[in-house]
């Protein structure tokens, strides 16, 4: 893919010690200024493969590619600083000691100062925290200390930014605020973004993008409408969606249920690729109205 900012074509990495590789075999490609989404339980590989990008592991199989450049395959791995990729975590990590101003300059120190200032003030002014230059972290709630974070990965204008699970340590409000506004700074920016989640709602309303993961392998890519409404598997389903399954019969275009026999969408056929399939997953966006949920199965399996 030409216009592709970052390609992982196979990549495996197991800890020593391991019996089980944390990431195996996954292959996947970002599109310039596109957001995608690594959704999956706990420990199924998602911080893994977000610092085997950053350059934190090293891998053992495949290979990760960067407009184009190998930066790791077996046996190399170009040193995070060169990668230019910014990076928010969880915990924020600020330096408790210095201001929002000196946090966000912290990693422009090659800048001159008239540049420098004005890299700050525009990542300061892009997460909306104008005023709070001269604040430290302790003097800033959770929600504000996680923007000085995104500015501070913002500020050196990155092409890429990972994100691992950034707003799961704030409240509800903030979070649900907090997702749309990092949506918007990326669109508004152009900076292609990996954001790691574990809540299928954040990826499905913030990625353009999402990979859903299980126990280190990729178990279906695509955009959140082709996720949700087309699952590949049963696993998906119930992941993402939370569907409802029931025993099923497929004869022609017709699936036959303990409660009654439907018609299979055209739509729901051309995703499916077991014909096979021995159950129905249902959409349980509905549950008081189980004629409309039973109007819209989410895949056959
Ligand atoms: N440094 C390490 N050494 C050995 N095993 C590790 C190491 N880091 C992670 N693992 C293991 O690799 C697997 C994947 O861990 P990882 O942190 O990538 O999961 P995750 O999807 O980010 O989980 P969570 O949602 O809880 O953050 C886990 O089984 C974990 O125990
Ligand atoms: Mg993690």
Known sequence: MVDSILQLEQVTKQFAGSIVPAVKEITFSLAQGDILGLLGASGCGKTTLLRL??????????SILLHQREIARPGYSLPPEQRNLGMVFQDYALFPH???????????????????????????ELVGLTGLEHRYPHEL??????????????APRPELILLDEPLSNLDVQVRLRLR????????????????????????LSLCDRIVVMQAGRLEQIGTPQEVY?????????????????????????????EIGDFEIPAEILDHSSDRRASNLAINSDHPANSTINLKNPLALR
Do not use: C, M, W
């Not at 210095?98 to 300061?124: D, H, P, Y």
């Not at 709630?141 to 913002?154: D, E």
């Not at 749309?180 to 990826?203: C, N, P, Y």
């Open 53 to 62: 990008i950053a350059g934190f592991e090293a891998l053992q199989g495949g």
């Open 98 to 124: 210095l201001t929002v101003a000196k946090n966000i300059s912290f990693g422009l120190g090659k800048l001159a100062a008239r540049e420098l200032q004005l890299r700050v003030g525009e990542s300061i």
């Open 141 to 154: 709630s959770g929600g504000q200390q996680q923007r000085v974070a995104l500015a501070r990965a913002l």
């Open 180 to 203: 749309q506004e990092i949506r918007s700074i990326l669109k508004e920016t152009g900076i292609a973004a990996v954001f790691v989640t574990h809540d299928q709602e954040e990826a």
């Open 229 to 257: 409404n087309y699952p590949n598997s049963r696993f998906v389903a119930d992941f993402v969606t939370q569907g409802n399954f029931l025993p099923a019969q497929i004869v022609g275009n017709i699936v036959q249920t």
